[in-house]
């Protein structure tokens, strides 16, 4: 049976937060995992590597606030109330405690998730992303060399007025930079027909918008991440990045928000590990998510 054919095997629930619901899909057994998305993709990033993960865990993948066809919220949001809708989330759900993983700007939500309710995550994964207040807010300038630490579509994104006039009607040709930028290859990273999803769905009236918020709360979410300085997380964290992008800044990059810290870099990926480089990027959840400790204390 095929990734794709399971993952659309996988339930789909409807969980109510405040100002809407959320789209979430269900899948496997034990203990469970929530895996957050990041910008311009929703919960079907997962589907080569959630069903992987199904085979030990009970998987839960929401399309968060603004993408796939959860709510469109028509007010600002940050990271930590997108990490109150994942509290909402597991309690629709019956569970109390989770590893939560979080991929780019998802990433941002679970360890809002992890500074706001330590005592519900086991394990925290973290993949392509630097936290709020911790070097995210200076890898937003563009740079020379359009490297992986030159990301001009933060700040125009971060305007989510300006994204939704600039690129309203354009969503396809966005998707197509989107996904060829920062990959290993240097072109679209995605299979065509997850592409064509992409487009629809970020397509929705106000959903451009919606998502710009993501980017447009990281001021914010760096403020409410200024705890984390004196008082990093404590729950064991895994740093995941990409060979041809975050890899090789893992360490400096968590070192400071992580007292037990682990890192896996995939090969022959760059920024969008999912697509790139499932196998190998499965490999390394599920090895951190089994272990039973032994991780270090790691401090910068």
Request: charged share 20%.
């Amino acid at each position: 049976m095929t990734a794709a054919r399971d993952w659309e095997e996988f339930r789909v629930e409807r969980v109510s937060v405040e100002g809407g619901a959320l789209t979430v899909r269900v899948g496997g057994s034990g203990p469970p995992v929530a895996l957050l998305h990041g910008f311009p993709q929703h919960s079907l990033m997962w589907r080569t590597v959630a069903p992987v993960l199904a085979e030990r865990f009970t998987v839960i993948a929401p399309d968060q606030r603004g993408m796939g066809t959860s709510v469109l919220p028509d007010v600002r949001f940050t990271k930590t109330d997108m990490a109150r809708d994942l509290a909402v989330v597991l309690d629709a759900l019956g569970h109390e405690r989770a590893h939560v993983v979080g991929y780019d700007l998802g990433a941002g939500v679970a360890v809002a998730f992890a500074r706001e309710y330590p005592h519900r995550v086991e394990r925290l994964g973290v993949m392509e992303f630097v936290a709020a207040g911790f070097g995210l807010e200076e890898a937003m300038a563009p740079r020379k060399g359009w490297n992986v630490e030159s990301n001009w579509h933060f700040s125009v994104l971060a305007a989510p007025d300006v994204a939704a006039w600039l690129f309203r009607g354009r969503e396809r040709e966005l998707l197509d930079w989107f996904f060829g930028h920062e990959s290993h290859q240097g072109a679209t990273a995605v299979s065509s027909g997850d592409l064509d999803t992409y487009a629809r769905l970020l397509s929705r009236p106000g959903a451009l918008r919606a998502g710009a918020q993501y980017y447009a709360s990281i001021f914010q979410d760096g403020e409410d991440n200024a705890s984390l300085r004196a008082r990093p997380l404590a729950m064991p964290v895994l740093a995941v990045g990409g060979a041809s992008h975050a890899g090789p800044l893992l360490a400096g990059l968590w070192g400071p928000v992580a007292t037990m810290l682990e890192t896996a870099v995939i090969p022959a990926a760059g920024h969008w590990l999912c697509d790139e480089n499932p196998a190998a990027t499965a490999e390394a959840l599920l090895k951190f998510l089994r272990s039973e400790g032994g991780l270090r204390a790691h401090r910068p």
